[in-house]
């Protein structure tokens, strides 16, 4: 059973941090590319970031850039989401996806309807004061 979870849920204040973990299980997990999204209340989902399936590639949306850093451990099958300075406007529920195709990946990250293989559920990101 494939199985793809975001992890690390948490309130914070503005300007603090916060680290996200996506735990898959039940596919080969060096094979895909993982991306982060989030929705707040009220919005469309939208991209985050995203990285490739062996972790020498990254992407960042400009509102999280220099804030946010993606890695991935292989051979724990986790990606993180470190989040530093977070901002209320980073408030939302975070979802993390994966797909075998990392130009798919990159292009829906960007905001592009492209289709993902495997959507975990969202943890909730509380940034205020």
């Known amino acids: 059973e494939v199985q793809l979870q975001a992890l690390g849920e948490g309130l914070v204040q503005p300007g603090g941090s916060l680290r996200l973990s996506c735990a898959a299980s039940?596919?080969?997990?060096?094979?895909?590319?993982i991306g982060w999204f989030r929705q707040a209340p009220g919005k469309e989902r939208e991209g985050v970031s995203c990285?490739?399936?062996?972790?020498?590639?990254?992407y960042y949306v400009d509102s999280v850039k220099g804030r946010f850093t993606i890695s991935r451990d292989n051979a724990k099958n986790i990606v993180y989401l470190q989040m530093n300075s977070l901002e209320p406007e980073d408030t939302a529920v975070y979802y993390c996806?994966?797909?075998?195709?990392?130009?798919?990946?990159?292009?829906?990250?960007?905001?592009?309807?492209?289709?993902?293989?495997?959507w975990g559920k969202g943890t909730q990101v509380t940034v205020s004061s």
């Open positions: 996806a994966a797909s075998q195709d990392v130009v798919s990946l990159y292009l829906r990250v960007r905001g592009n309807d492209y289709a993902m293989d495997y």
């Open positions: 039940g596919f080969t997990f060096d094979d895909y590319g």
């Open positions: 990285i490739n399936s062996q972790g020498d590639g990254t």
